[in-house]
Each structure stands twice: as C-alpha cells, then as structure tokens.
C-alpha cells in the first residue's frame, strides 16, 4: 500500500513506527483525527503476514475510532496500536514497558487499553511508564476488563433493534444464533438467557462452545453453518468482513447486531443489507461499551456513572434506525454521517473560536 496516499484519502494525522531491540517490540501506533480530544483506542497484539498488513490493521482501526467515540458522545479522537507477534509466545515486561515509553512521547496525543491478545496485566506494564493508559487493574483506581461493560452494551443494542423490527424489545422466545464465544460473548449470552431468548452458537474453540452449551442450554452448530440458522437475530462477535457475498445470502436473521468490529467487509454490504430489509447495527455504535467505560477513567472512574453512559447506546441505535427509516438510507451511513457532523461542528467552533482570538490579538 501506498502509505502516505493511504492517510491523505482519509485525512490520518500521525503513523509512528516503534521498535526495540532488546525487548523485540514492533508495534505501530496510528492516530487518525484529534479534533474531539487526544485519541483512544485499544492496543492489539497479533500475528501479521507482513509489516504492511499491520500498518494497514492499525490505519483502519484507528479511523474506526474516531467515529466510536465520536458517535458515543466522547470528548476523544481515534487512534490504535499494533504490536506485530504471537500473543501466546512473544510476550514480555519490557515489551510493554518500552511501548509504554513511545506512548509518553506522544505527551498525551494517544491513550491506549486493551485490545485483541493483550490483557488488563498488559496495560499494568504499560503504566509503569506512563499514564496514557486505560483498562488498568482496578487496584489503581481503573475500571479493569472492559469486557462485561462491551457486553452490556451490545445486550442493549440488540434489544434496540428488536424494538425497531419487532415493536417490543424483549427477546423473550427469541433465537439468537452468537458467532465467537470470547469473552464479550460469554457474558452477552448470559444476558440474553436471562431473558429467556434461545440461543444458537458457534466458535472455533470447542472448550468455548462446552462452556455456553453447559451454562445456557444452547444449542452448537458448526462454524460454518451459523449464518443458515433460522433465527431471528444473528450477533457476529468474532472476526470482521463476515458480512459478505457469500454469507448474506445465507442469511435468515432479520437483525444483524453483534460486538465485532468491522462486521461489513465493503461498504457495498450494508447497502445490500438495508434493501433486503435487514436491521444492521452499526457495529462502531453497538460495541462501544467498553471504550465508554475505560474513557471514564480519565475522569476518576466511577461505575454508575460509566453505565449511564453506556445505556445511552440504545438510544443512539434507536436515532440511527429512525434516520435510516426516514432518509431510506442504509444503517452504516446514517451512523457515519452523525459521527462526522459532531467532528465537523467541533472543528468549526474551535476555528472560530481560534479567528476569535486572532481578531483580538490584532486589535479588531
């Protein structure tokens, strides 16, 4: 990929490249858009083909960001960090010390937590060098796994969406069919068997499928089969694209609604999507649980007051369905467009607000 054409077509502020020999840290730190705030975003360790692929996974998550937090109300940009190696095997203390050193240098500009491969004990390490860091034990005052609070969320938002399909969003006698079985995913499960909805799971990790079969009478599938399911909601909360060509087709679910990132592989999809009829929750809006939750931190954590937030994304999904109702525009781009009008409000108060001063210092 062509890097700096890649960051002018979507407007990146910043890429850093970091290493260090003796910890052998590669990790990429992206920042997309600090007009609302320094930017947030989790840190994710994994396996790349290439050094490319993860410049490219760090770029895309990033811009991500921005419009998380900008559609959840924070006072945040985007941003993401890569660290490029297994996080079963290359793990060390002064791997994240000494990315926790490259994060101080940005003198505030990222905040990063956690993300895929790397753990609450991770950004333990990372705040021995700095306090750009959320997601830390709750013995220094942080919220620690965000895990529950994403699942909280996204429990939410798929009650939103049976609201706008069903005109009632209680999933009592409902069949939902949940792909991954992480840790989100365990947690959203026991919400939704609570409420007494049937459930229908997959994931490549047959112990974590044992787990939910045990805990909640649900019912496995094979990894491939879960899109053929005839259900009535489908909640992706494993890997990203897999709404696509060939699975939309498979499709039965009337709602899409789920913790993944990136659950459309094009654009394209969500257009497909809307004119089948299907309620899609934009993944960014319905998965922002947890970055609610760790932003809280930067003001002295305090859990009600971080859970009053995160209830807000039922209302967000609510205005999103009504604006794609009204407009017959798809879901995805009724969600970008009220993230992007908060960045451009912002930008241009803070650049009158700037000409203000100028006129003043210039006596006019």
Request: aromatic share 8%; charged share 25%; with cysteine.
């Amino acid at each position: 990929m062509d890097i700096i054409k890649y960051m002018e077509k979507y407007d990146y502020e910043q890429l850093v490249i970091c290493q260090d020999k003796a910890s052998g840290l590669k990790a990429i730190i992206a920042i997309h858009d600090t007009t609302l705030g320094p930017a947030l975003g989790g840190c994710r360790m994994w396996t790349y083909a290439t050094e490319a692929d993860a410049i490219e996974d760090a770029l895309r998550l990033a811009r991500g960001m921005t419009y998380k937090n900008a559609a959840a109300g924070l006072n945040l940009g985007g941003g993401k960090t890569v660290i490029i190696g297994d996080p079963f095997k290359e793990k060390n203390e002064e791997m994240f010390r000494a990315l926790g050193r490259f994060i101080q240098g940005l003198n505030g500009r990222y905040i990063t937590a956690e993300d895929v491969g790397t753990t609450v004990t991770d950004m333990d390490l990372i705040h021995e060098e700095t306090n750009y860091v959320t997601g830390i034990s709750p013995a220094f005052g942080s919220s620690g796994n965000p895990s529950p609070v994403t699942a909280y969320g996204v429990y939410l938002g798929i009650k939103a969406a049976a609201k706008e399909a069903y005109g009632i969003d209680q999933l009592e006698g409902r069949t939902i069919a949940v792909q991954g079985l992480g840790n989100v995913a365990y947690t959203l499960c026991e919400y939704l068997h609570k409420d007494g909805a049937k459930l229908v799971v997959t994931d490549i990790n047959s112990n974590a499928v044992s787990r939910v079969v045990e805990a909640f009478g649900a019912k496995a599938v094979d990894p491939s089969d879960i899109y053929k399911q005839d259900v009535d909601i489908f909640a992706p909360c494993a890997l990203g694209a897999i709404i696509n060509d060939d699975t939309i087709v498979q499709l039965k679910a009337k709602i899409i609604a789920g913790s993944a990132n990136n659950q459309l592989k094009e654009s394209r999809h969500g257009q497909i999507l809307h004119e089948k009829g299907i309620i899609y929750a934009p993944d960014y809006v319905i998965n922002a649980g947890g970055v609610i939750n760790v932003a809280d931190e930067l003001y002295g954590y305090n859990h009600d007051r971080a859970m009053k937030r995160v209830e807000t994304i039922y209302d967000s999904l609510t205005k999103i369905f009504r604006i794609s109702k009204e407009e017959d525009i798809p879901t995805y781009l009724a969600a970008n467009r009220l993230a992007e009008q908060r960045i451009e409000r912002v930008a241009k108060s803070r650049s009158q607000f700037l000409q203000n001063e100028k006129n003043i210092l210039n006596g006019r």
